[in-house]
């Protein structure tokens, strides 16, 4: 399993993917930071790391552009590779669904705890620069992190059930298209839903409210939940499925 992880890696890093996917996140962290703090009446004006991070914790970053990059990473990690016979390729290697399915799962889990630490290093960076690092302490710092934190593991739904849809569809473009969808109608129940709790994105969209104390206990619940349940089925679709047809 841990051959076919480096594997994942490998073929990121020789497709540039990797370098090129980082680089989008960096440059639109960057981007939105540069308008937020220079444009006038624009969102809110944050007067300390905390504020500009509780902020942006809210804005499109962690909200779309980063799921938008998982969703893209996961159709085409699953179902450009049924098209041009990769899967099959595996299968003759002796290489079991389970594993198969298991090592792309955490390569993608991996993926997605990366972009969201490069999203909340390079806000950090930006909010210190501005504010002074003698004005931002190290608790604000590591309570940041664990919201950034949360805002990963809000990926994971979204991202598997990319996945799933790979499996069924066996195509990027419809699993893409599949991702995306379900994105968008997701982050709009979260913002007019009574109940956003039961979205597979909320804590894309309302982690912050781990930060104030007021998250409904029972939305740690629906996460883990909403990873156990996707994950376990998109398994046992997997084993299920006939590549060779």
Request: aromatic share 12%; charged share 15%.
């Amino acid at each position: 399993m841990v051959k076919l992880l480096k594997i994942e890696f490998r073929k990121m890093h020789n497709s540039r993917m990797f370098l090129a996917g980082f680089a989008v996140v960096t440059l639109i962290c960057l981007g939105i930071s540069a308008i937020e703090l220079s444009a006038k009446g624009f969102g809110i004006k944050e007067a300390s790391y905390t504020d500009f991070m509780i902020y942006n914790a809210t804005f499109v970053i962690p909200k779309f552009f980063i799921p938008l990059l998982m969703i893209l990473l996961a159709a085409s990690v699953w179902g450009s590779e049924y098209a041009n016979g990769m899967t099959k390729t595996f299968m003759l290697c002796k290489c079991s669904k389970t594993q198969f399915y298991i090592s792309k799962c955490l390569f993608l889990l991996i993926m997605c705890a990366a972009v969201s630490v490069l999203s909340f290093a390079v806000l950090s960076a930006v909010s210190i620069l501005k504010n002074g690092a003698d004005q931002v302490s190290g608790k604000e710092i590591a309570d940041m992190a664990k919201m950034y934190l949360l805002s990963a593991a809000g990926l994971i739904p979204i991202t598997i059930i990319t996945v799933l849809a790979s499996i069924f569809l066996g195509d990027f473009q419809k699993s893409f298209a599949c991702g995306i969808v379900v994105l968008l109608l997701s982050i709009a129940f979260d913002s007019v839903g009574t109940k956003s709790f039961l979205s597979p994105t909320h804590f894309l969209s309302c982690s912050p409210l781990s930060h104030f104390g007021i998250e409904k206990p029972e939305a740690y619940a629906v996460l883990a939940a909403y990873a156990v349940i996707l994950y376990l089925a998109g398994m046992v679709f997997f084993r299920k499925k006939d590549i060779w047809s």
